[in-house]
């Protein structure tokens, strides 16, 4: 590894997303979900797509997204489309074939047993997102890691993000797992709920890159 793909998660306004390109931010994820503190119009969205087009990787980060939803996505400046809620393996089989966009799917880990469903939507995916157990009608974005030895014998054949809880006090372990190279931050780099901090911002993706050589 000569790199950190870092994935800054919730971003909401300009300044912060140029911010993040600057740093060396791999990906942008872009939250739609009305009841997240990250969430964010489409209007508003697409000015800031508009405005990094070709910069970075773009996610639209969504929940059981409706086949409405998909063609808005769609329609505007994505790369990739991340899956965070429990859509089927038929439901993911089939966005893959109608929509192009690259898929992120995010899967909720607590126990070993969590990891046994991954494998089968591989073919149809591009990146596996491993998040923390989910709060109650809250997906992501909880600020608590899951037990990382749980994905000691994890060798999937995608690449996959280790996402939940981390933040710059924690992110040179989470590299130093020597798992994968692909990091999801939310509320690691806020200073407040939904509120992102340049300087957290910079210090997480300068220690992920550092620790990594």
Not at 187 to 207: C, M, P, R, T, Y
């Amino acid at each position: 590894m000569s790199k950190a793909f870092v994935k800054i998660c919730g971003v909401k306004d300009i300044n912060i997303a140029k911010h993040a390109i600057k740093c060396g931010a791999s990906f942008l994820g872009f939250v739609f979900f009305e009841n997240s503190s990250r969430n964010i119009s489409i209007n508003k969205c697409t000015e800031i797509l508009n405005d990094i087009n070709g910069k970075v990787n773009t996610v639209a980060v969504t929940v059981n997204p409706t086949i409405s939803d998909l063609k808005t996505y769609t329609e505007m400046k994505f790369t990739h489309l991340q899956l965070h809620g429990n859509e089927s393996l038929n439901e993911v089989k089939k966005i893959k074939e109608t929509y192009n966009l690259k898929i992120i799917k995010s899967f909720s880990i607590s126990t070993d047993s969590d990891l046994d469903k991954i494998k089968e939507y591989c073919p149809f995916i591009e990146h596996i997102l491993l998040d923390s157990e989910q709060k109650k009608d809250m997906p992501g974005g909880t600020g608590q890691t899951f037990d990382w030895k749980i994905i000691r014998n994890f060798y999937p054949n995608k690449s996959f993000f280790l996402s939940g809880g981390l933040n710059t006090t924690n992110i040179s372990d989470a590299v130093n797992l020597k798992k994968t190279e692909y990091f999801d931050v939310s509320s690691g780099v806020e200073n407040s709920e939904g509120i992102k901090d340049e300087k957290l911002i910079s210090e997480f993706i300068s220690k992920a890159n550092k620790a990594v050589k």
